[in-house]
């Protein structure tokens, strides 16, 4: 089995820094879902963590804020296979994703103006759409 679980390059997440669980899933398992113990939650204590530094922490925590509690536990469960080794597999890959899209910075957006080409386009239809619209209206002398 895994003793860690890799993250990015360099950064890794202990395992005894995650607490596995497991219980009865509602999804597939035939004869065996209300007897064996199928879903598996991973709950990740980040602000205790000694793989993250301070700042990778706070992105982390701000940027999966609805999925972390008020102690600062990011949870993950899987549910979807009929095997325990299975969801334990699948919900360490779904943290792993979670965890590795909280820390990729995203680009800074460039402020562009728009060309003035684009803006005369743009007056130059209103002007034709309401010179339509007054030709829509009654004509002088007419009933």
Same mark, same amino acid.
């Given at each position: 089995m895994m003793e860690k679980i890799e993250i990015q390059d360099g950064i890794s997440i202990p395992l005894d820094e995650l607490e596995f669980s497991a219980s009865r899933? $509602? $999804?597939p398992g035939g004869q065996n879902v209300n007897k064996v113990n199928t879903r598996v939650t991973i709950r990740f204590d980040v602000r205790k963590s000694r793989s993250f530094? =301070? =700042?990778q922490k706070s992105l982390i925590l701000g940027r999966l804020q609805t999925r972390i509690s008020a102690e600062g536990i990011?949870?993950?469960s899987s549910r979807r296979h009929r095997t325990q080794i299975e969801n334990r597999r699948a919900a360490a890959e *779904? +943290? &792993?994703? +979670?965890?590795? /899209?909280? +820390? &990729?910075?995203k680009p800074k957006r460039k402020k562009? *103006? /728009?060309? +003035?080409?684009v803006r005369l386009e743009r007056l130059e239809k209103k002007r034709r759409r309401g010179q339509i619209k007054r030709e829509r209206g009654k004509i002088a002398g007419e009933v």
């Open positions: 899933s $509602g $999804g530094s =301070e =700042e990011l949870s993950v *779904r +943290l &792993t994703m +979670l965890i590795q /899209t909280a +820390l &990729t910075m562009t *103006r /728009t060309p +003035l080409s």
